[in-house]
C-alpha cells in the first residue's frame, strides 16, 4: 500500500440514506475521498455530502442504477472526470427488501430484489476491484444481512439475495487474496432505518423481544465494523461474514 489511509478514496453505494449514510459519515471523521452512489434519492445524497464536507472529506455524488453494466461505465468515467482516483475501499451497500409470501411474489419482484441486492454487488465489484489488484491493495466490504445467514420468513428473496452474497464474498476472497485485496461482509441484524418502516410496532417489539441486547442497531454502529473492517490494520481479515446482531445469532 502506498497511500496513508486518510488518502484513500472510498466508493458507497446506496449511500443516501440509513446503513450507507452513516458509513460516509464514519469515513468523512478520517477524512477520506468520498464519492456517493445514489440512484434517485438526489436531495438525500446532497444532505449527505454536505455533512461529510463539514467533517473535512472531498466529496463526489453520482446517480447511477447498479443493475447496469453501462450505467456503472458511465459512473467510473464521471468518477476519473472529476478527478478522483479509483477506489481503494469498495462498501456494496445498495439493497432493497421485499415483505410477502413466497406464493404471492412475481417475477418481477424477485428480479428487482436479486439484482439490486446480489447483480449490483456483482458488477460494481468487477468494474472497480481491476484497479485494486493492479496496485495489490483494496477493501471491498458488503453489506449483507442476518437473513442471509438464517433465512427468514416471509422474506425468501431477500434472504436468497443476501444468502447469495454472503458465498460471492467467501469465494472472491479467495480469488482476490494473493493481490493483496480482501473482501468481507457485515451482517447486521435488524437496524433501525427505513427498511423496518414495512414491520407494525407490535412486530417490532416482537423481534426486540428476541435479541439478547434488547434493541435494533443503530447505522452507526454497522458503519463502524464497515470503517474498521477497511483498515490497513485489518488485512489479514477476509473471506468473513461478521454478524453484529445484539447476539441474535452467535
Known sequence: MSKAFPEQTVLITGASRGIGAAIAERFATARLNLILHYLQSHEAANEVARRCMELGSRVLTVSCDIRSRDQLRQMKDKIASHGFAPPDILVNNAGVSHYGLLADLTDDEWDRVL????????LTTQLFMEEMVRQKYGRIINVSSIWGLTGASCEVAYSAAKGGLNAFTKALAKELAPSGVTVNAVAPGPVDTEMMKGFSDAEKQAIEQEIPAGRFARPDEIASL??????????YITGQIVSASGGWVT
Not at 439484482?115 to 456483482?122: E, K, P
Open 115 to 122: 439484482d439490486i441486492n446480489l447483480r449490483g454487488s456483482f
Open 226 to 235: 464497515v470503517y474498521y473492517l477497511s483498515l490497513p490494520e485489518s488485512g
